[in-house]
């Protein structure tokens, strides 16, 4: 069962962290392809983004406008994108962060590919207390400080995107059952409150699950999980308890160690947990 008081403060505020760092984290992405591209082409383009998230034009489009909007690049039409210091900077702490997860999972002894597609994801929900113990962890089994990641590789965030579409569902599905074994039922108002979101969203998002297959409910009834639901909550419960401990296990504050493991568990992949598990 995950950590939180008696009326769900601290775990509501730790999924908005959650959902704070997914923001964040296409933009952190981009920022750095265009740094990337930059440096291996002389200029970055819709095109060149596209390519390398595996993505329409259009996409890439809306995305930039709204790193435009965030004043971390500029571009003109029928120009090239460049980053303005602010973007640089964001770049700059995004490589770092990157570099630093990367060294810490080829540290655990985790395949060099299935590394780097892990820390595509893990390095947008690990905070500085973290960080600090990965490059110790790092630091201590003698992993060089420049190791290669390569280019941006569309597979590679095809992957995230996909973990990002399950990560909804599995945190739901943990807290369905989790609200079944503490309290007897789940209900809508009892999931706004954990995830700190109106009635509105929660009900759509059970909807979702229930087309899905994961969830059972009707008007004014409890909600229940699926045996598929079941075993996906389980599944989560496990993969949560593993990274907890792990982390908690490199000495990381207990707080921070919770928050981050809300984030990371769903961006390890079962190599990585084994690796974590011992």
Sequence with gaps: MKWRDEDGREESAHFAEVRRANRAETAEDYVEAI???VADRGEARVRDLAEAF???HVTVSRTVDRLMREGLC???PYRSIELTELGRNMAERSRARHRIVLRFLLALGVDAEVARVDAEGVEHHVGDATLEAFELYADERGIPTDVEDGPPDPERFQRVRESHAMETAEDYVEAIADLVDTQGEARVGELAKRFAVSHVTVSRTVGRLQ??????TEPYRPIELTEHGRRLALDARRRHSIVLRFLLSLGIPDDAARLDAEGMEHH?????LARLNG
């Design 35 to 37: 740094a990337d591209i």
């Design 54 to 56: 595996g993505v329409s």
């Design 74 to 76: 500029s571009t003109a």
């Design 211 to 216: 087309v899905h297959g994961l969830v059972t």
């Design 268 to 272: 390890v992949s079962e190599e990585t």
